[in-house]
Structure formats: structure tokens, C-alpha cells
């Protein structure tokens, strides 16, 4: 007899988180589920790791192709009329996929549901709690604006997946959105406004990869099936909105050089791009809008100025550490 949900955990090198994630699946009070493990070649023992669940796990080994190929792996050997992708270091709150089962069969309509979410720190505590308003806009445009669905949230609909082709192998950290996107064009979704999954949250990951962040999102915007529905006006608007969101990244991280480029692509793509982002040092502004709109052509002069210090402070104090080592090196010599 075939489940009605599919759970399929993607991991690499995770051995040490993964438990938890297949523990907050048996813990579920909905039991019609199978859970599907995709082990995207893993040195470490995740095998081993999970020998302990028996048959309550399927494993699936396949050499390393990248999180979108291990997703995809795991849905087509699903079986369930639904299907979620969760984290391997993530987990799900107990009434999650039953209280998600149950708005997708009261919308046959909807391609997917998805909701708030935990944020937990690495000994998994709760430290931030998010419940994303945006998302009850329920638009593809919404979406296309930015990503408020969180993939461990995100129970799909199999059938609508298939027909929209799955993820994309080509979009390293984007392809979870560019599902989204493409099955928002044609179908609705839902929101469930209460925090269902813990998502566990590693320092200074992200900071590591903004390029190909920055690379894939806007991919998706060049893609047919979205360009064709939006107007040369939408469409430069959308370019200018993901430059000026990664500009604060990279200011966010320190790579001055990067924020100013992307502050200066986000306005040269739309001049007005700033009045999109309510920043918080406007909140008690009274003339917010101007601000709003000036901010990102007064950005790019201040990190500009800003490089060229940070830059020096680095090699001073990169001079520094070597006359630190230099002089333990001296020391060492002497007490011998």
C-alpha cells in the first residue's frame, strides 16, 4: 500500500545531526509517511549512523552530485501523494506534516503548502521564531520578489512536481525558489501562519557562497518561463531588487568592494530600487521615502572609502600576527 507522504532527507556528511532529523519524523502524530534517506556520497558514518532504524528507513547511496540531484533522487522514488524535502541537520515539529496533510486535501488546487519556522542555534535551541506575513500574498510574483518559503516547511503536491519537472541540477543554491516559482505560475499555494520545523542555522555558511547565490537568482529571472510574464519594467525591477539585497550581504559580511558594485548594478537596473526596502533606520524618519531612494547611490561612495581602510587594517594586522610569531619564534630559540 502506498504512503501518503514521502519524507526525504538529502545529507552529506552529516552523521552527526542526522539522527535528530529521522527522530522528529517517528515522533510525527501523522503516520502514513515512509521516509527516504539520499546519501549524496558521505565519507563520514552516516551509513552506520542510520543501521539503527532498520527498516524504517530507505537508504539510497548515489556518488556526490549536489543537493538538487540528491532531491531529485528522492522524489522520484517516492511514492507518497505528497512529498517533503527535509534538512539533514533540520527537524520538524510534531503536528507538522498533519497539519500540512490536512490543508492540501481540503485545496486539491494547491501545488504546495509551507509555513513558519524555528530558527535553532548548533545544540538546537530556538533563538528566533519567523512568521513570514509576505507569504500570504500567495503570488508568483511575491515569490519571484523573494523566497519566504522554507523548503523543510513545504509539503508539494508529487503530481504538480512532475509536471513542472522537479528541481533544477543546474541552480546549486537556488533550486527549492525556482520550484516554487515556476509551480506559483500555473497553480496557488498555501500558507500555514504557525512555526512547524526547526531550522538549524550555521555561522558564516552563507557568507561563503553569496556569488553563486547572487549567480543562480538571477538565472532564474532569465529563464523563459518567467521572463515571458513579466514586463522589461518588472523584469529590471527584480534584477535591481536581488542586486541591492546581496549589496547587504556583502556589506553585512565586510566585502565593501562587492556591496558597492552591487549598490550601483541595483540602480543603474532601476533608479528607484531603494523605495523597496525599508531599512531600520528609517522607522522614525519622518521623510523615510527620500532616504529610501537616495541610500543606494550614497552606499557605493561609502564603501568605497571604507575599502581601501579595511584593507589596510587587514595587512597591519596581518603584519602584526607575523612579528607576534616572528618574536615567539626568537623566544623559543632563546629559552632553548
Given at each position: ?17 542526522i ?27 552516516t551509513?552506520e ?17 549536489g ?6 533522487t528522492?522524489?522520484r522514488?517516492?511514492?507518497g501523494?505528497y512529498?517533503?524535502?527535509l534538512?539533514?541537520?533540520d527537524?520538524l515539529?510534531p503536528?507538522?506534516?498533519?497539519r500540512?496533510?490536512?490543508?492540501l486535501d481540503?485545496?486539491p ?6 509555513s513558519?519556522?524555528?530558527f535553532v542555534?548548533a545544540?538546537?535551541e530556538?533563538?528566533?521564531?519567523s ?33 513542472m519537472?522537479?528541481?533544477d ?17 500555473k ?6 501562519d ?12 552563507y ?14 529571472l532569465?529563464k ?12 529590471a525591477?527584480?534584477?535591481a531588487v536581488?542586486?541591492?539585497?546581496f ?19 541595483a540602480v ?30 550614497l552606499?557605493p561612495f ?18 602584526n600576527e607575523?612579528?607576534?610569531?616572528n618574536g615567539?619564534a ?5 629559552l632553548?
Amino acid at each position: 500500500m502506498k504512503p501518503k507522504v514521502s519524507i526525504i532527507i538529502p545529507t552529506y556528511n552529516r552523521a552527526h545531526y542526522i539522527g535528530e532529523s529521522v527522530d522528529s519524523i517517528l515522533a510525527q502524530t501523522f503516520k502514513d509517511y515512509e521516509i527516504i534517506v539520499v546519501d549524496d556520497g558521505s565519507t563520514d558514518n552516516t551509513r552506520e549512523v542510520l543501521k539503527k532504524y532498520g527498516g524504517k528507513v530507505q537508504y539510497v547511496y548515489q556518488n556526490n552530485a549536489g543537493p538538487p540531484a540528491a532531491m531529485n533522487t528522492g522524489v522520484r522514488k517516492a511514492k507518497g501523494e505528497y512529498y517533503l524535502i527535509l534538512g539533514d541537520d533540520d527537524a520538524l515539529m510534531p503536528d507538522m506534516v498533519e497539519r500540512q496533510v490536512e490543508v492540501l486535501d481540503k485545496n486539491p488546487d494547491a501545488a504546495f503548502v509551507c509555513s513558519g519556522i524555528h530558527f535553532v542555534d548548533a545544540d538546537g535551541e530556538i533563538y528566533k521564531t519567523s512568521r513570514d506575513g509576505r507569504a500570504r500574498e500567495r503570488s508568483f510574483k511575491s515569490l519571484l520578489f523573494d523566497n519566504f518559503v522554507w523548503h523543510l516547511t513545504a509539503l508539494v503536491r508529487r503530481s504538480v512536481s512532475e509536471e513542472m519537472g522537479h528541481f533544477d541540477e543546474t541552480l546549486l543554491t537556488t533550486h527549492d525558489h525556482d520550484l516554487w516559482i515556476r509551480m506559483a505560475i500555473k497553480y496557488r499555494f498555501e500558507y500555514t501562519d504557525l512555526p512547524l520545523a526547526k531550522f538549524r542555522r550555521h555561522p558564516g555558511n552563507y557568507s561563503k557562497t553569496l556569488g553563486l547565490h547572487l549567480k543562480d537568482h538571477l538565472a532564474i529571472l532569465n529563464k523563459p518561463v518567467v521572463r515571458e510574464r513579466l514586463t522589461f519594467l518588472e523584469w529590471a525591477k527584480f534584477r535591481a531588487v536581488n542586486y541591492y539585497r546581496f549589496a547587504m550581504f556583502y556589506a553585512r559580511t565586510g566585502q565593501c568592494f562587492k556591496a558597492s558594485c552591487c549598490y550601483w548594478t541595483a540602480v543603474l537596473n532601476h533608479p528607484f530600487v531603494g523605495a523597496y526596502f525599508w531599512t531600520h533606520e528609517t522607522e522614525k524618519m519622518r521623510f523615510s521615502l527620500p532616504y529610501r531612494v537616495l541610500k543606494p547611490y550614497l552606499m557605493p561612495f561609502y564603501y568605497s572609502l571604507k575599502t581601501p581602510v579595511l584593507m589596510y587594517l587587514d595587512l597591519f594586522a596581518e603584519k602584526n600576527e607575523k612579528e607576534f610569531e616572528n618574536g615567539s619564534a626568537i623566544q623559543k630559540d632563546n629559552l632553548v
